[in-house]
């Protein structure tokens, strides 16, 4: 690799992050509690046609007969779900001509974040479609997406502005009744954002939304749908911070991506729910479903930071469908103080050359547990096809666990599937090293996984990579004594 | 510069030294020599202060001021360096970033901004000039799969990028083969000035064919037991550490 001074450029610049706020904002909440007045109600709210309040309602028939899964290595006190207001909305959202119409603290907050309007119009390549408890609020660069005939908008706009397409792919790949908190979502989700790349178009910026829960008692329950058309390509980011709170949060996103035939999807998420505080009281339950499907030489390819919640439970897959389709999935996790973390994904290998690519990079510190969970399956039909599995861990101090789940299943004797997983502690020959280079201790280590975690970070946006970076830092604070 | 009294230490309640004095001067280049074991090793290491060792007795004053409870990092932002005998690795975190941020951490400390990007970037092209390394060179995680010789030369680059007042090198030759050992020598003397001072850890005269030192100190079963020119490099090569442990038992 040529090391240019453009690139020695880009590693020396810095960049600050701040988090952790919270933005009084008016707000229309609804009374806690969930039954099909309050689904038919919520979809009503949102001014939806009918076939969509019958596939809530539906979802929520299935969601009744199920129960919660167990199977996950987490600890948690499961929450009531009739404790829980199901839908939270900005009060003043009337359509925005002008930034100088939005709410001043919601400006504020936006500043705050990092990510300003104002500087996002000008930051070249980035269009935002910010959503702030559960409704979007404003939507930057449709225009310029407009002219490519791609539509990125909240998913309740979609519904009423482009059914047919929504229709036909929500719930393609997360069936309303695929599991618990799926169908929960299903039943009661209250925005999100919604994707669409035409034929052959390759998106000219990366499409990135900013996820916040800003209402206190609120869970969010977004729905993200991501459809690329043929040769089509997209990359999308999805960012979250929440500012602090005492009564725990419930979190039930899903998100649905389809690749047809020779498109490419990159889909990066960097999480960072509130964690709890170092008793471990309080945090963000986030319970996610994500999955992709891959038609004909297509590529789905995951990458995701995560180190906030209190609980994390997501296995962003790939259904490898078509023939000769790739799906990747790389994935930071970081968890601190009494954080738990059970993360990973599957590759479904149906199509014939399929290729998957997994590297997960478990970071645990405090008295955390963080598990990988994997899943590789190969169908019968599935000939050549190949995996690669690289599961490393890190740990930080003696109270902390560290755990891999791998399953592989595989049907076709053709298959190549290799795993490797290593685990390692921080070296104390290696901290004073960077002591003696007069870089502290708490620096120290934030270099040093930021180091172990270079692999995954480096498939992220440059701009997300930087961020990333920092907020390693943040979640890993005070975790040496 | 560097007052070292009666000095003691011990590591895992092992008593390793046992009453170093030494005394190191702004422009002074001084060569430590003794047999495997002796404590030079140690000796460094206390100085940099590190947690293994325990000093019980004496003191170490650098500048005036007593180092006893400066934790490592801040002896290195009052400008102390330490280029490893076993440098070690850092997966994943080049040699760039690794100066970066130790730079940036060291101005901090001071009070001051983090170097501006252009600045640290004609720093970096300047030093690397200096010591003749090849720029790839600066994006490979450091210490990871370098040879003996690279380990070595990138301690010294990063002793060139920090720019400190004392610089102890500790067996900066072992595993060096002479082409390399005149690369690091070289680099050592660019970098010498009238401001700061030079501790060269050596079990060999070797080295310091090519870093001459002011005085040659040597240390046996944890002190100092002679001091000398240059010239006691050159006989105790020639007679063997066993000629002294002989004299210092008579």
Redesign the interface.
């Known amino acids: 690799?040529?090391?240019t001074?453009e690139?020695?450029?880009k590693?020396?610049?810095?960049k600050e992050y701040e988090y952790g706020f919270y933005t009084d904002i008016e707000s229309d909440t609804f009374p806690k509690g969930l039954n099909e007045e309050v689904v038919i109600a919520l979809s009503k709210k949102k001014e939806e046609p009918d076939w969509m309040t019958q596939w809530r309602l539906e979802a929520f028939r299935g969601w009744k007969e199920m129960t919660e899964p167990e199977w996950a290595n987490i600890r948690y006190k499961k929450p009531d779900f009739q404790d829980i207001s199901y839908y939270s909305a900005p009060n003043k959202k009337p359509k925005y001509n002008s930034l100088d119409e939005v709410d001043p603290e919601l400006l504020d907050t936006f500043k705050r974040l990092g990510i300003s309007l104002d500087e996002q119009k000008k930051l070249a390549g980035v269009a935002v479609d910010i959503v702030m408890d559960s409704v979007s609020v404003a939507t930057t660069f449709k225009k310029t997406l407009a002219e490519k005939g791609i539509i990125f908008c909240s998913i309740s706009e979609a519904i009423k502005e482009h059914p047919e397409l929504v229709k036909k792919y929500i719930g393609s790949v997360v069936p309303q009744k695929d599991n618990f908190y799926a169908a929960l979502n299903s039943a009661v989700f209250s925005d999100g954002s919604f994707c669409y790349i035409p034929k052959g178009v390759r998106c000219p910026m990366e499409l990135s939304t900013y996820f916040r829960i800003n209402q206190a008692g609120t869970g969010q329950f977004e729905r993200t749908l991501v459809v690329a058309d043929e040769g089509s390509y997209v990359s999308y980011l999805e960012g979250c911070t929440a500012p602090s709170r005492d009564e725990n949060q419930l979190h039930a996103a899903v998100v649905e991506l389809i690749a047809l035939d020779d498109a490419e999807i990159k889909y990066s998420t960097v999480q960072n729910w509130f964690p709890g505080d170092k008793e471990g009281k309080g945090g963000v339950y986030n319970f996610v479903t994500k999955r992709g499907i891959c038609e004909r030489n297509a590529k789905i390819s995951w990458t995701q930071v995560e180190t906030g919640s209190a609980i994390t439970w997501k296995y962003p897959s790939c259904i490898l469908k078509g023939d000769n389709s790739i799906g990747e999935f790389y994935s930071i996790a970081v968890t601190n103080n009494f954080q738990q973390a059970d993360t990973g994904t599957k590759m479904i290998h149906l199509g014939k050359n399929t290729k998957s690519t997994i590297i997960s990079k478990g970071i645990s510190a405090g008295k955390s547990q963080n598990s990988y969970r994997g899943l590789v399956q190969v169908n019968s039909r599935a000939e050549n096809a190949r995996n690669f599995s690289q599961c490393d861990s890190l740990l930080m101090g003696n109270e902390c666990g560290a755990h891999t789940f791998p399953y592989i299943e595989v049907k076709n004797k053709t298959a190549q599937i290799e795993h490797e997983a290593t685990t390692s502690k921080i070296?104390e020959?290696?901290i004073?090293?960077?002591?003696?280079?007069?870089?502290?201790?708490e620096?120290a280590i934030a270099?040093?996984v930021?180091?172990?975690?270079?692999?995954v970070l480096n498939k992220l946006p440059m701009e997300f990579a930087v961020e990333a970076q920092k907020l390693l830092e943040i979640s890993l604070e005070g975790s040496v004594g | 510069m560097l007052k070292i009294k009666d000095l003691h230490a011990t590591v895992d309640g092992k008593k390793i030294l046992k009453g170093v004095n030494l005394e190191v001067n702004p422009g002074e280049i001084h060569a430590i020599m003794g047999p495997n074991g002796s404590g030079k090793s140690t000796l460094a290491s206390v100085i940099?202060?590190?947690?293994d060792f325990e000093i019980t007795k004496g003191s170490v004053v650098f500048e005036g001021e007593d180092l006893e409870d400066d934790?490592?990092?801040e002896?290195?932002?009052k400008g102390i360096?330490?280029s490893?005998q076993y440098?070690?690795?850092?997966?994943?975190?080049?040699v760039?970033?690794?100066m970066?941020?130790?730079?940036?951490?060291?101005r901090k400390?001071r009070g001051m901004e983090?170097m501006p990007?252009?600045q640290?970037?004609k720093l970096?092209r300047e030093k690397s000039e200096l010591l003749d390394i090849d720029?790839?060179f600066?994006?490979r995680?450091i210490n990871e799969g370098f040879s003996g010789g690279e380990k070595k030369r990138n301690e010294i680059f990063?002793m060139a990028m920090?720019e400190p007042k004392l610089a102890i090198l500790d067996e900066t030759d072992s595993g060096l083969d002479i082409d390399a050992l005149r690369i690091v020598a070289n680099g050592v003397n660019k970098l010498k000035s009238k401001d700061n001072a030079v501790i060269v850890i050596t079990h060999y005269q070797r080295l310091l064919e090519y870093i001459i030192p002011d005085k040659v100190h040597v240390i046996h079963d944890g002190k100092i037991v002679k001091s000398g020119s240059k010239e006691l490099a050159l006989e105790l090569e020639e007679k063997g550490y066993d000629w002294l442990k002989q004299e210092t038992v008579a």
């Open positions: 690799m040529a090391y001074e690139e020695l450029k590693e020396l610049e810095t070296g020959d290696q004073f090293y960077c002591n003696q280079r007069g870089i502290d201790t620096k270099l040093i930021n180091g172990f975690s270079k692999e | 940099a202060g590190n947690e934790s490592p990092e002896r290195a932002h360096f330490l490893f440098p070690v690795e850092i997966p994943g975190v080049s760039t970033n690794f970066k941020t130790a730079i940036n951490e060291s400390a983090d990007a252009n640290m970037l970096i720029r790839k600066l994006s995680s990063q920090l």
